[in-house]
């Protein structure tokens, strides 16, 4: 820590391994810190070490930079509205953005639209109505919104001094801000002549922000802009400041400097969208995909460029494709590469949904979308279209409605009848996804998901307390390679990414799976699938339901390909080249299930986010996953349960309370416990049920009531375990409570009784010094021919 007022600085901590920021100082400067860490380990010296970069200096050739990187992280406030924001000592992000410029004020604004957080400037409108003096208050506190607070009072004018005796933020940043703020003014005040347009496009203001302070449209900025050549340069990371050559394309984009990019054709161009920043709902599993495609890409002879601006994935490391731009995922920005590369095709199908938002702009530009085309994209999203394939296809789904207003919505879900699904269009990860039990529910959900301008219909479905089921499966357009069927074990109404995944499906029937795949064909080839296509479906009395198409990759995608051995998105590129199924070498349908049982597991990081409610719902909240994989069903379970860090100390005393309508169901899962040797605490409700069914629980006082209460029993330190099972749409403070304590004080919470019945199998089948070791690089695909 550097002193603000003097170069007195003191060492906080010392890490003697590779951390976040080595992968970050490594992304920035293109010196590959981990790779000759690796190197000195094996008793290299630092001046033995090539650089890969230049390949003529080596590593101890300090790099030299003449750019500036700003790194923001992302935090998943959008998923947890009513987590504390604050920022202390205790992580809470989930992922990051980096973008490179040649002054800090561009980087700063290409990394604000690189989160995806519908901001593309310090603009944010949130802040205008506030006065200088509640605004100088706001900035004390420390949170992700500070930033913009600052840019507010700079606005409204503020001093560098006032600004900085509260916050102590260095000065040469708040007058970075002010820079920003000023060329705001600017454009609101003044003509738009060419040196004002070159002068915000220098610190990386994007066209549709000029367009809206100057009060023109996005297309008539472009056209003055490329009127007067004013355009996109791109610059080369290469480690030394271009005293050398350097031999690795990796580019980031500037104004007003000269172009570092060879950008002649030896061979066909593909350009691979990646996914931008890990968040919840989107995460690592895609920069998988984005890195195997282009892999299978330039296998096939192909030019592949990628495009993303995440330090932390493997896309942007500068050796994975022929050319790493490390820009953010808008359309202007892409539009800029695409000008300078006229690739022949982009992929959008790896991206998540980052990518897949921008298939509209890159047809606009030109650019032919390879594989499934925008339009079948649009098919699966769309209500109406949808339906219309369905009922071709004799498939049922739940019934629905597409809505935009509360009224609409309240009209929608009384027709269907309570409980209903409520749910934004265009979404990863259940963003905003919520299950209704009232007209007072869709008041609230409504109101949450029109936060932000909705560009598409918001969906009513009926609800289904079903086994939910997922599959993965690639289509050439005609045929269809299932690798697996995955099964849930927590019924519908949790997202799939919070449920724990069971490969291959172990309680679905013969009959069932038949139809699964006969559906899956059925989708694929009305949808004109060509690549990956993921779907969802509710098995409810052997009746098969769809409830969500998506033709893209998914979540599932490497955890499949992992425990099946079938390389689906090699395969996937490959399709989308032209190749069929049966030319690649397997044959199409379902491949025959492995030797193995392979389970999912989700990992949360609710501790970190102090407020959040941790009981799980059809909006997804884990934060990563782990993989159990086993010859036995028990085995698998108890490695994937052990793996997600849930190891139950020995005190052997749970707590126990479940709403009325899961009271029955709560009593078999008691009784197992008791059989372990439990001693279970539970609230008077629970506990009468319970004696009722001849189980033995001693009975606890809520919070408000005398002691001993759940609470007491929490702090005390003697559970081991929590089942709180909360009524749907219940915001009882008491249960809100319970769960965070037993979280904050490292007890495991579980908030579904299918979860807990899997725990339970665990504990009880298997002895923990007696498991097996799988190599997973082993186990081979099935569905070869």
């Known amino acids: 820590a550097l002193h603000p007022e003097s170069f007195e600085y003191c060492v906080i901590e010392v890490n003697p391994r590779v951390s976040r920021s080595s992968a970050l100082a490594s992304k920035a400067t293109g010196y590959p ?33 003449d750019y500036c990187v700003v790194k923001i992280p992302r935090l998943p406030f959008d998923k947890f509205i009513k987590a504390k924001r604050t920022l202390t000592t205790q992580m809470k992000a989930t992922g990051e953005v980096m973008s490179i410029c040649t002054n800090f004020e561009g980087a700063l604004m290409k990394a604000i639209r690189s ?115 004013i355009t996109a340069s791109f610059k080369m990371v290469d480690t030394c400041a271009a005293e050398f050559a350097a031999a690795t394309p990796y580019y980031y984009s500037c104004f007003g400097s000269e172009c570092e990019v060879d950008a002649t054709r030896t061979k066909k161009k593909v350009l691979v969208l990646g996914s931008g920043p890990i968040r919840i709902g989107q995460g690592i599993e895609f920069d998988f995909c984005s890195v195997h495609s282009a ?27 022929n050319k790493l731009y490390f820009e953010p995922l808008t359309p202007e920005d892409v539009q800029n590469i695409v000008d300078l590369e006229k690739p022949d095709g982009a992929v959008v199908q790896f991206g998540g949904q980052t990518a897949i938002k921008l298939t509209e702009s890159l047809m606009k530009m030109g650019v032919p979308i390879l594989g ?56 990863l990860g259940g963003q905003g996804m919520q299950i209704a039990i009232n007209d007072d529910d869709i008041r609230e959900f409504m109101t949450i998901i029109n936060r932000h301008v909705q560009e598409h219909p918001i969906l009513v479905d009926k609800y289904l307390m079903g086994k939910e089921v997922e599959v993965d499966a ?86 499949i390909s992992k425990v099946t051995g079938i390389p689906i998105v090699k395969l996937a590129s490959r399709v989308i080249l032209g190749e069929k199924i049966t030319d690649l070498g397997y044959e199409t349908g379902l491949a025959k299930p492995s030797d193995y049982i392979a389970i999912k597991m989700p990992v949360f990081s609710f501790e970190k ?86 189980v033995d629980v001693i009975g606890v006082n809520k919070i408000e009531q005398e002691s001993p209460t759940l609470m007491d029993l929490l702090l005390g330190h003697e559970i081991d375990l929590v089942i709180d099972i909360p009524k749907q749409g219940e915001h009882s403070h008491d249960g809100f409570l319970i769960r965070r304590t037993s979280i904050e004080t490292g007890v495991t919470c579980l908030t579904s009784l299918d979860t807990a019945n899997a725990l339970l199998t665990s504990l009880e089948n298997v002895d923990k010094s007696e498991l097996s070791l799988v190599d997973i690089a082993t186990i081979e695909g099935r569905g070869r021919a």
């Open 609 to 694: 986010l102090r407020g959040a409610e941790i009981s799980l719902g059809p909006e997804m909240k884990s934060t990563g996953e782990c993989l159990g994989i086993a010859k036995t069903f028990n085995e698998a379970l108890s490695k994937a349960f052990m793996g997600a860090g849930i190891n139950l100390p020995q005190h052997k005393k749970m707590i126990l309370t479940v709403r009325d309508q899961d009271k029955t169901d709560a009593i078999p899962v008691a009784k197992r416990f008791k059989a372990l040797g439990y001693e279970i605490y539970a609230t008077r409700g629970t506990q009468k049920a319970l004696k009722e069914a001849g």
């Open 474 to 559: 690639v289509c050439d357009g005609e045929d269809i390679l299932i690798p697996g069927i995955m099964e849930h074990i927590e019924r519908a109404g949790i997202h799939s990414g919070d449920s724990i995944s069971v490969y291959p499906a172990q309680s679905i029937k013969p009959e069932v799976i038949d139809t699964l795949v006969d559906y899956t064909r059925k989708l694929a080839r009305s949808l004109h699938v060509i690549g990956l296509i993921n779907i969802q479906f509710i098995v409810m009395n052997d009746e098969v339901y769809v409830i969500e198409v998506n033709p893209r990759s998914s979540r599932t995608v490497p955890y």
């Open 295 to 321: 892999w299978s890409l330039e296998k096939s002879g192909y030019e592949t460029i990628i495009v993303n601006n995440n330090p932390e994935t493997v896309s942007t490391d500068f050796d994975v494709a």
């Open 33 to 65: 810190i981990a790779k000759v860490a690796a190197k000195i380990a094996l008793g290299y010296t630092l001046d033995e070490i090539p650089n890969a970069i230049t390949g003529k200096t080596y590593a101890s050739f300090e790099p030299a930079l």
């Open 372 to 427: 499934t085309s925008a339009e079948n994209v649009d098919a699966a999203e769309d209500r109406e279209l949808f339906d219309e394939i369905l009922e071709q296809c004799g498939i049922p789904r739940p019934k629905g409605h597409t809505v935009f207003t509360v009224d609409e919505a309240l009209k929608a879900a009384n027709e269907l009848g309570y409980p209903v699904l409520v749910r934004p269009s265009y979404v």
């Open 115 to 229: 989160l995806e957080q519908h901001l593309d400037s310090l603009d944010t409108g949130r802040y205008t109505d506030r006065s200088k003096e509640e605004l100088l208050e706001r900035v004390r506190i420390v949170d992700d919104r500070r930033i913009y607070v600052i840019a507010e009072l700079i606005r409204k004018g503020a001093s560098y001094d006032e600004i900085h005796d509260i916050t102590k933020i260095d000065k040469w940043f708040i007058d970075k801000i002010a820079i920003l703020v000023e060329m705001e003014q600017r454009l609101k005040n003044e003509k738009l002549t060419p040196e004002l347009l070159a002068e915000a496009k220098r610190i990386e203001f994007p066209d549709n922000v000029i367009a809206r302070y100057t009060g023109m449209t996005e297309e008539e900025v472009r056209a003055i802009r490329l009127e007067n050549g």
